[in-house]
């Protein structure tokens, strides 16, 4: 895929606004070879190389999901994991010292921060699992009592890499699971900062096996029915019309045709009730999903799905 444009570039960097000339370019310098050693280290993910992904949902969240034909993508500051995302991760302590101290240390130090802000508070996640029988997930989203939803990848590529974004378009990353954080030096050192950023997490997650779509600054749908434009929302209804919404609470929905929908597995603790309700949206979905129903394996300590013909 081609790299992002030079417009693009310096819609990504911080306005390097200054009475000096020089400190202004090297600064714009600084966060062009970023953003430049981060695509030459494999910030495009093949959408692909997972024939198929998952996601656990509660039964209310499954039949939105199926409901609607969607996705949802949630800003990176309200992931459940404290450390996901934060500039914390990166070592800030080795900045470059100029002639004159100019710009100061200080400053050059607040700014990588708020880079690193900046660009946490523009990325909206859509979290997916390689896996559908793990016991934990299961346990996390609804006690058994949920739902886990298969997607073909190759389909659902052809809808989300048309969504209109800032910068870079849909993207994939495979999360990267660490027992320590290794902080990499942000102005000396050759880590694809891009990717560390969005996409490392400590090692306890790595039950989840997680693959992270993800949407920079997705471009709302307004009254637009234009597929490539994200309708955006609030999963909640506010209080009153006059009631304050901070703008990282609204979600990102990018419309996905029925063939994405691979599958449909059953949580093995799920009410018959729901049980009927969501084969049946599953079904006017995707005439063809293939429905499980999760079950004890009596030889191991897993779970394993059986046809729902």
Same mark, same amino acid.
């Given at each position: 895929m @081609?790299?992002?444009?030079?417009?693009? #570039? %310096?819609? +990504?960097?911080?306005?390097?606004?200054?009475?000096?000339?020089?400190f202004s370019l090297n600064l714009c310098i600084h966060n062009i070879e970023l953003l430049k050693r981060d695509t030459n280290a494999k910030l495009y993910y093949s959408m692909t190389s997972d024939a198929k992904l998952y996601k656990y949902l509660d039964v209310k969240g499954g039949l939105a999901m199926l409901h609607y034909s969607n996705l949802q993508f949630t800003n990176a500051t309200r992931?459940?994991? @404290?450390?996901?995302?934060?500039?914390? #991760? %990166?070592? +800030?302590?080795?900045?470059?010292?100029?002639?004159?101290?100019?710009p100061p240390t200080d400053f050059l130090i607040?700014?990588?921060?708020?880079?690193?802000?900046?660009?946490?508070n523009s990325a909206w996640v859509c979290s997916l699992s390689k896996v559908h029988d793990s016991l934990l997930m299961w346990t996390y989203y609804g006690n058994h009592e949920g739902v886990c939803i298969g997607l073909d990848m190759e389909n659902t590529y052809k809808y989300i890499s048309k969504i209109h974004c800032s910068m870079f378009g849909a993207m994939k990353m495979d999360v990267q699971y660490r027992d320590v954080i290794e902080k990499p030096d942000y102005f000396h050192g050759a880590r694809d900062y891009f990717t560390y950023l969005l996409s490392t997490k400590a090692k306890a997650w790595e039950h989840e096996q997680e693959v992270r779509l993800l949407l920079l600054d997705p471009i709302p749908a307004g009254s637009s029915n234009h597929p490539n434009f994200a309708p955006m929302g609030l999963p909640y209804k506010p209080k009153n019309r006059k009631e304050a919404i901070d703008w990282k609470e609204v979600r990102a929905y990018p419309h996905l045709g029925s063939e994405c929908f691979d599958s449909l597995y059953l949580g093995i603790k799920i009410g018959k009730e729901e049980r009927e309700k969501i084969i049946k949206e599953a079904r006017k979905c995707n005439p063809d999903i293939k429905i499980y129903q999760m079950t004890v394996d009596p030889d191991a300590f897993r779970l394993k799905g059986l046809p729902i013909l």
């Open positions: @081609p790299g992002p444009d030079r417009a693009s #570039l %310096f819609h +990504f960097i911080a306005p390097c606004n200054t009475a000096s000339q020089d992931l459940n994991d @404290p450390f996901d995302c934060h500039p914390a #991760l %990166f070592d +800030f302590s080795n900045a470059p010292v100029y002639k004159n101290n100019w607040e700014k990588g921060i708020n880079d690193l802000e900046n660009l946490r």
